[in-house]
RNA sequence: GCGGCUAUAGUUUAGUGGCAAAACUCCGGGUUGUGGUCCCGGCGUCGAGAGUUCAAUUCUCUCUAGCCGCCCCA
């Protein structure tokens, strides 16, 4: 005899029960609204995607170790897509010569990753991945990282909710120069760096120490030591002072926001939840403008950003501020006193369903004082019983299940009231 | 990949080396044209496998899964 089938999905994925994706559904419902407000068009692609697409610009550990990847029956190898940025750049270096740039782009969907799971991290996440594609540094940067405020602020978060911590990978590249660092040393300081906050000042300069004689970060607090590293700084904190001024007053310069160590060129930043019970990045981005050029022809500059849903919900439940889910739900729940009722009242809901009303028709045997019981179970506010009376008298006593009150009315005004209720 | 904790009904949890419990949920009935109450009944290989024992859900080992931390985090 088989073992039983196990009802658990697959490890480290969810499944989505109609409650729980209305909730995933309705957060990102508010993200695309904000999103387009700001002239954001969605695009999407395929989770499948060839395995080289990520060999071209990750590291190695990354792809051998934290993908999914598998050979198809074609022999081609195949990864589900554990970020988008390479899908979107592979789609922008394919239309380079018809898209109007520069692009406002963003799209939502899942991501893969094969890694152990724990808390804001599992095997399949969604993520909204955010991109202004075609311009180079200046007011393309502003626009993102203020883009990314009011993400946040539009799904109710106040300024002091969350901190954007600012750095520029320039001035990070310059500082490891001016220590002495080669380029393999600085690429385990950048590393090194992103660990701080959560290590003791002892335990960091001792890495450090290992690293390079000098602290890199020494030179960015001391601005005169190195020209390079001062005139970066500068912009840097010009650019942070044009956002304070553009009224994102919660950003902040942060010399240890490293932001991995592949692609980005620029700035990079990182949105911290400021309440100390959940101190994680919420989410993050930066501007990285050599990835198009990737897949030939001239470079594309791109800045972006990518928020992901499990980040995300635990952020807004932190501080109360989770969207009431989108109601698709049922507005009427159309009882039949008789199971024989039930193509007479199926044609009478094809009438409200024509009128744009969502109506639930019940199919069981059921007496109708179950049948209320189930309509309150499913959370549908309004019953109405239609059997041989209702045919034939052409009205329906409609109940407001959360009050108790009940109306007769003309069949004919039942979808007038159902779409004043809703 | 490494480590800690956990696993008993659909759910949340008690409990015991000797007949496995409660609450809620669900299903059926009391109650065949309209409310959540109430009453009765039903729903378990105690995560899987092996070992110790007269006897294991309980003790031991292995595995699996979940949660949490490390690594990593594009």
New binding site residues.
């Given amino acids: 005899?088989a073992?039983?089938l196990s009802t658990?999905?697959?490890?480290?994925v969810r499944d989505f029960y109609p409650d729980g994706w209305a909730r995933l559904q309705a957060m990102f419902a508010r993200i695309r609204g904000t999103l387009a407000l700001w002239g954001y068009e969605e695009y999407n692609a395929s989770p499948l995607e060839r395995a080289e697409l990520?060999e071209a610009?990750?590291?190695e550990?990354?792809?051998n170790?934290?993908?999914y990847t598998f050979m198809d029956r074609g022999d081609r190898k195949v990864t589900l897509r554990?970020?988008m940025?390479?899908t979107l750049a592979r789609m922008v270096a394919g239309k380079r010569r018809e898209l109007a740039f520069p692009l406002r782009w963003f799209s939502i969907g899942n991501r893969f990753?094969?890694?152990?799971?724990?808390?804001?991290?599992?095997r399949e996440f969604y993520q909204a991945d955010v991109d202004l594609v075609g311009l180079p540094e200046g007011e393309a940067d502003a626009e993102i990282v203020r883009l990314a405020a009011a993400v946040l602020a539009d799904l109710g978060a106040r300024e002091s909710d969350f901190v954007i911590r600012i750095n520029s990978r320039p001035l990070l590249d310059a500082a490891c120069a001016a220590a002495g660092l080669s380029a393999d040393a600085g690429r385990r300081y950048l590393?090194l760096l992103?660990?701080k906050a959560?290590m003791t000042p002892e335990a960091f300069d001792a890495e450090r120490a290992s690293l390079s004689a000098r602290d890199p970060l020494a030179f960015v607090d001391d601005a005169g030591a190195a020209p390079a590293v001062a005139a970066e700084k500068k912009k840097l904190l010009d650019f942070i002072a044009t956002l304070e001024a553009r009224g994102a007053e919660n950003a902040v310069f942060d010399a240890t926001i490293t932001?991995?160590?592949?692609?980005y060129t620029g700035m990079v930043f990182e949105v911290y939840d400021r309440n100390p019970a959940n101190p994680r990045a919420l989410f993050?981005g930066g501007r990285y403008d050599r990835l198009v050029a990737l897949f030939g022809g001239d470079p594309i500059p791109a800045v972006g950003f990518?928020l992901g849903d499990v980040t995300l919900a635990d952020f807004l439940e932190t501080h109360d501020r989770m969207p009431g889910i989108a109601d698709g739900r049922p507005q009427l729940y159309l009882?039949t006193?008789?199971e024989g009722?039930i193509p007479a009242a199926q044609a009478f809901a094809d009438t409200l369903r024509g009128e744009g009303c969502r109506v639930f028709v019940n199919l069981?045997d059921?007496?109708?004082?179950?049948?209320?019981?189930?309509a309150?179970?499913r959370g549908i506010p309004l019953?109405?019983?239609?059997?041989?009376?209702?045919a034939a008298s052409g009205t329906?006593?409609m109940?407001?299940?959360?009050?108790?009150?009940?109306a007769a009315l003309p069949a004919s005004e039942l979808p007038v009231r159902l779409k004043a209720g809703s």
């Fill in positions: 005899m073992e039983r658990d999905p697959y490890k480290g990520y610009k990750t590291s550990e990354i792809v170790e934290q993908t554990p970020e940025t390479p990753r094969y890694e152990r799971p724990q808390k804001g991290r599992l590393r992103d660990k959560k932001r991995g160590f592949d692609y993050g990518a009882g006193p008789r009722d069981t059921r007496s109708l004082g179950d049948q209320v019981r189930d309150l179970k019953f109405a019983a239609y059997g041989p009376e209702e329906v006593r109940k407001t299940l959360a009050t108790g009150e009940e």
